[in-house]
């Protein structure tokens, strides 16, 4: 069924600016135009314009990542997600315009070569094809000033194990599920929710949990009367 502007807006919940900018990237079709002035569009339209959402939202991805993904030509937006796991090197590109090669970066971060190439030994700097970006070296300024407040690297060694192992897993499970249910959508956006949504979520509400639960502690009548000084007489 074709739809006419205003319902495709509602379907989408997408203003019709948004929907207009996404034709002229070439994100979206030109619509039909059977008559002047007359403007439709196809039903497929509300789930692409989901999906542009989608990858914005959860892979902060560009206009220009986008486009490139959606015209590939085994490209099929009926299996965009399933497409997502085979093109995630390059959703996972330098978002950057700016590249720096390992000299540039090293120059620009105020650190030397051989701290560049401990953090990527390490596992807590990754080189994502054609050199670094700004990301990398806001990572580096990071790193830096963790180092600074915990010399023996005991979070970022916790990161590094722990994410490495959450990776491992969500691999695992991803092989498997695409083996034995090939071609379900829901199957793999339920991946990349857990992945980009979940994951996340878990892992911050966590930390609120354990600030929560430490304040308790240090709180409790008994904690309280162990911190109040004896009197010495």
């Given at each position: 069924?074709?739809?006419?502007?205003?319902?495709?807006v509602?379907?989408?919940?997408?203003?019709?600016?948004?929907?207009?900018?996404?034709?002229?990237?070439?994100?979206?079709?030109?619509?039909?135009?059977?008559k002047?002035?007359?403007?439709?569009y196809?039903?497929?339209?509300?789930e692409?314009?989901?999906?542009?959402?989608?990858?914005?939202k959860n892979?902060?991805?560009?206009?220009?990542?986008i486009?490139?993904l959606?015209?590939?030509?085994?490209?099929d937006?009926?299996?965009?997600?399933?497409?997502?796991?085979?093109?995630?090197?390059?959703?996972?590109?330098?978002?950057?315009?700016?590249?720096?090669d390992?000299?540039?970066?090293?120059?620009a971060?105020?650190?030397e070569?051989?701290?560049?190439?401990?953090?990527?030994?390490?596992?807590?700097?990754?080189?994502?094809?054609g050199?670094?970006?700004?990301?990398?070296?806001?990572?580096?300024?990071?790193l830096?000033?963790?180092?600074?407040?915990?010399p023996?690297?005991?979070?970022?060694?916790?990161?590094?194990?722990?994410?490495?192992?959450?990776?491992?897993a969500?691999?695992?499970?991803?092989?498997?599920?695409?083996r034995?249910?090939p071609?379900?959508?829901?199957?793999?956006?339920?991946?990349?929710?857990?992945?980009?949504?979940l994951k996340?979520?878990?892992?911050?509400?966590?930390l609120?949990?354990?600030?929560?639960?430490?304040?308790?502690e240090?709180?409790?009548?008994?904690?309280?009367?162990?911190?109040?000084?004896?009197?010495?007489?």
């Amino acid at each position: 069924m074709a739809l006419k502007m205003n319902q495709l807006v509602k379907l989408s919940d997408t203003p019709k600016s948004t929907i207009l900018y996404y034709i002229k990237e070439g994100l979206l079709p030109e619509p039909q135009k059977p008559k002047p002035n007359v403007h439709l569009y196809d039903e497929s339209f509300v789930e692409r314009i989901r999906f542009i959402k989608y990858l914005q939202k959860n892979f902060n991805a560009s206009i220009d990542q986008i486009r490139t993904l959606m015209q590939r030509k085994d490209f099929d937006i009926s299996k965009g997600y399933e497409t997502l796991l085979e093109t995630l090197d390059l959703l996972m590109a330098p978002p950057s315009p700016k590249r720096y090669d390992k000299t540039e970066l090293c120059e620009a971060a105020g650190i030397e070569c051989e701290d560049l190439e401990r953090y990527i030994d390490m596992g807590v700097l990754f080189d994502r094809g054609g050199g670094f970006s700004d990301t990398e070296l806001e990572i580096l300024r990071i790193l830096r000033e963790l180092e600074r407040a915990d010399p023996d690297g005991k979070l970022i060694q916790t990161y590094r194990e722990h994410a490495r192992a959450v990776a491992e897993a969500e691999v695992d499970l991803a092989r498997r599920l695409t083996r034995e249910r090939p071609g379900d959508e829901e199957t793999v956006k339920a991946l990349f929710d857990a992945t980009l949504i979940l994951k996340p979520y878990l892992f911050n509400m966590q930390l609120f949990e354990q600030y929560r639960e430490r304040m308790r502690e240090e709180n409790s009548p008994s904690t309280l009367v162990e911190k109040t000084p004896k009197d010495p007489r």
